[in-house]
DNA sequence: GTATAAACTAAGCCTTGGCTAAATTGTAAA
DNA sequence: TTTACAATTTAGCCAAGGCTTAGTTTATAC
């Protein structure tokens, strides 16, 4: 796979780990599973490799946690998502398709191109 | 894989074999795996494939050709491609990131964004 | 306190996309 | 024309990420 393939499944995980957190409290297989959209065997597989690669920690049937690696990345990403999803919808997309679409891209720009999305909402702004 | 992913690295290789015929008149196998950063029989495999699901034909030991299908979608992707490169040099990255970026890019934006993005151009150039 | 349902794990299979090593075919030069 | 080299294919391996089916564990409700 290219590069940024690696990282993508990593990134969505963690960023949705740390999310069903701060909303839920904690982290359950059900639900990652579930806002995946990939059943719980396949969400199982997927978080043992992440628990492999030190990016969560979790005890068996019990919930699962961001190691500080994973919560860096998880922060990481979650920051070009919004950054991505905000400049879309300033372009004048609609919410649904910068929903959708940013979810993508975000593991596409680089940060040169990130700070000419910011810069631009900031003149679009004024 | 997630929906997008399914179809990349066939938009990948068809708009790169497009591009083979057009500028050396024929696209062969040992050219399109090193573009593509991988060895031959890696190419060959996904080749297979591409011909199994009708987007190229070619004889064993010749040159690969582009079905109907594999050249409308090569001329779809090409097309997305300029505008998402083009776009981000029109909003200040570099050539040589708005490249990196465009090419994993294109495969995340719908018609809506490339729309918005082809509005800003547009407004740019005027 | 036990039965039942929900959550999770285990096992096994598939496809894609990587690789190496080895065999085959095509082509060009001696 | 033969020989050698380049291009291609074949075979076999691996990891990731998907699935289903079946078995365990945990939690809940009675």
Redesign the interface.
């Known amino acids: 796979m290219?590069e940024?393939?690696k990282t993508e499944a990593t990134e969505d995980y963690v960023e949705l780990i740390d999310d069903l957190i701060c909303v839920n409290g904690e982290a359950r297989l059900v639900d990652v599973a579930s806002r995946m959209?990939v059943t719980q065997p396949t969400a199982s597989k997927t978080l043992a490799r992440l628990q492999r690669d030190g990016y969560i920690s979790s005890e068996p049937y019990r919930s699962i946690f961001l190691t500080p690696m994973g919560k860096s990345l998880a922060d990481e990403s979650r920051l070009k998502h919004e950054i991505v999803f905000e400049f879309?919808q300033t372009?004048?997309?609609?919410k649904e398709?910068?929903k959708?679409?940013s979810?993508?891209?975000e593991?596409?720009?680089?940060d040169?191109?990130l700070k000419?999305?910011k810069?631009?909402i900031r003149q679009y702004k004024s």
Do not use: N, P
């Open positions: 290219r940024a393939h959209g879309l372009i004048g997309v609609s398709a910068a959708r679409d979810e993508g891209m593991h596409h720009v680089s040169e191109t000419a999305f810069k631009l």
